[in-house]
Nanobody, 119 residues
């Protein structure tokens, strides 16, 4: 099992910045990929950015150039630096981690952290 705890959400004005953190515990050695997802009110949860064990990052087009995903493997922590925030970035942000099992794999989720972009 893997446990994920996010932090760093809050209220920010348009154009502002926030940094989200996600710390993993438990069977962290099984994790091969991590990502940040978000779910806006009335919408489905979608992938925003992902990073694999080698550090390769991918982003959804709407956040490219504004968001940066990174990870500190020694501290089992993943970050999402969000700059140039827009009202449409308002959502609950979830940390997700994919881990290997003896057979197959499993996705783990954090509890979510709310990001509100408003003046």
């Amino acid at each position: 099992q893997v446990q994920l705890v996010e932090s760093g959400g809050g209220l920010v004005q348009p154009g502002g910045s926030l940094r989200l953190s996600c710390t993993a515990s438990g069977n962290t050695f099984s994790i091969y990929a991590m990502g940040w997802y978000r779910q806006a009110p009335g919408k489905q949860r979608v992938l925003v950015a992902s990073i694999n064990a080698g550090g390769t990052a991918n982003y959804v087009d709407s956040v490219k150039g504004r968001f940066t995903i990174s990870r500190d493997n020694a501290k089992n922590t993943m970050f999402l630096q969000m700059n140039g925030l827009k009202p449409e970035d308002t959502a609950v942000y979830y940390c997700g981690a994919d881990g290997n099992l003896p057979v197959g794999s499993q996705r783990y989720w954090g509890q979510g952290t709310l990001v509100t972009v408003s003046s």
